[in-house]
């Protein structure tokens, strides 16, 4: 298992080696390997346990009746999913799938919030934790929903190109999408998509090459 990214996730900051190893069978921890598009969870699925990604990544998507896909989020190596749904106990709306050769750490959320009899400290860390980390789940839809206000294509990669940029501290930077999972998370055609970001670059907006992007300025033109 990779150690180093459960000790490095937000889920366990603050939580020493010899802590988290006591805890993992306290939680029914079980650690388990996904292949490039495996299914973890499906919609309508009732949840107990969140997922911690160790490696690869995890898309939380959406597929409608006639097959159209939205991507709502990309998880990491050291970041969480399903954990509203095992607190509440509500079926799923959403699919999980692994958008690569990926390991997760399945944790019972129901464990995880109920402290031991002892209220050892580094358990209440890990609630703490858990309780951040939903905070900022919240704050990323709602960064999405904002993403896709705007009625054009350009708007929306306008909004979430600034976001990166801002984001990474740079104009230039690598998004954690494929031009299909961009397209799917601004809810636009990939196509048009496509042919919008050869538009910005002809306009001197950008420079892009895959999932690289530079933002441009009228000076850089000169």
């Known amino acids: 298992m990779q150690t180093a ?18 805890m993992l069978h306290c939680l029914g921890a079980e650690h388990k390997k996904f292949e490039k598009n495996e299914r973890i969870f499906r919609a309508g699925d009732t949840v107990s346990e969140l997922g ?8 939380i998507q959406n597929d409608d009746f006639w097959g159209n896909t ?46 031991c009899s002892q209220s050892c400290a580094h358990h209440s860390k890990l ?11 919240n704050l990323n839809l709602s960064r999405k929903i904002f993403h896709t206000t705007s009625k054009s294509i350009r708007g929306r990669l306008l909004s979430y190109l600034s976001f990166q940029s801002t984001h990474c501290g740079s104009r230039s930077f690598t998004i954690p999408f494929n031009r299909q999972q961009l397209a799917d998370y601004l809810n ?6 496509s042919n919008e970001l050869s538009k910005m670059q002809k306009d001197g907006l950008l420079r892009v090459k895959r999932n690289q992007f530079e933002l441009l300025c009228s000076q850089d033109m000169l």
């Open 127 to 137: 609630i703490r934790n858990l309780l951040f980390l939903s905070a900022r789940k």
């Open 5 to 22: 990214v459960l000790l490095e996730s937000a889920l366990f900051r603050g939580i020493q080696q010899n802590e988290a190893k006591e």
């Open 52 to 59: 911690l990604v160790l490696k690869g990544s995890i898309l």
């Open 188 to 193: 636009v055609d990939r196509s048009a998509l």
């Open 70 to 115: 939205t991507v709502l989020d990309h998880v990491m190596p050291g970041h969480i999913f399903a954990e509203t749904y095992a607190c509440t106990g509500e079926p799923l709306m959403v699919d999980a799938v692994a958008a690569e050769n990926s390991e997760v750490l399945f944790l019972n959320v129901g464990r995880v919030l109920q402290t």
